[in-house]
């Protein structure tokens, strides 16, 4: 990590210089969809994928980037460098991947894997210039996690896009988590179905670009 970004002045310097890449940092709880998104995003602009996605929580347990991704929507352009981050959470416990099936020894060092995910994931933060905060719209969205990121992110002055994810299941609720963060702009998509990801890139477009 460079001295710019240890001392927080990276992002003021993009800012000013207007640095061609921002690197967009994807965010939220466990099994909300991030690496799912990060996928249909790199996979609509480049081809290709970013990582694994699975119904058992803290499947992603490293932080993986993808760099220079070309975003284009109504013919305006943004590159991002695309962060897929570990699950934030405040309570990891072994007997919950259990329950999928694996043995204690598995569960175990999964949860010290998804414990080592959360450090590193937060450790990011400082090297960002935007977050997408992404939330599974059929849950309350009111937690410590969301709330602590939201709080972070306002502190350190980053923009912050709200997805809202899920949406083609029945119960998703995206004006639940618009009236618990009206502050903040928020899109509503599935990014497993692909629904709204154009509103969702003109969004990117304006608020990264
Ligand atoms: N119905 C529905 N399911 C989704 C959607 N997006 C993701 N999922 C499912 O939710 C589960 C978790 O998806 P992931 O992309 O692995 O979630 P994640 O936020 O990366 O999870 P961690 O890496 O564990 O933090 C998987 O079973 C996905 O298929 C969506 O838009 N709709
Ligand atoms: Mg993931």
């Known amino acids: 990590m460079g001295l710019m970004s240890k001392l927080g002045f990276s992002h003021l310097f993009n800012r000013i210089f207007r640095k061609k890449v921002s690197r967009i940092g994807i965010y939220g709880p466990p099994n909300a969809g991030k690496t799912t998104l990060a996928n249909r995003i790199v996979r609509d602009f480049t081809g290709d994928a970013m990582g694994p996605v699975s119904p058992v929580p803290h499947e992603t347990r490293r932080v993986r980037r993808r760099e220079g991704v070309q975003i284009e929507s109504n013919g305006s352009k943004v590159k991002l460098d695309v962060v897929d981050t570990p699950g934030l959470a405040t309570k990891i416990d072994f007997h919950d991947f259990m329950a999928f099936g694996m043995t204690e020894d598995e569960a175990k060092r ?28 059929t849950e309350d969205p009111y937690t410590q996690v969301n709330v602590t990121v939201i ?16 949406i083609d299941l029945p119960t998703a609720s995206p004006a639940r988590i618009h009236s618990a963060f009206p502050q903040h702009p928020m899109v509503p998509i599935s990014a497993l179905a692909g629904q709204n990801m154009d509103m969702l890139y003109d969004k990117i477009a304006d608020r990264f670009g």
Do not use: C, F, H, Q
């Open 151 to 166: 709080g972070n992110m306002e502190a350190r002055k980053l923009p912050l896009l709200i997805v809202a994810n899920k």
């Open 110 to 137: 999964r949860a010290k894997e998804a414990t080592e995910g959360v450090i590193e994931a937060v450790k990011w933060l400082d090297d960002l210039d935007g977050v997408i905060l992404v939330m599974d719209a």
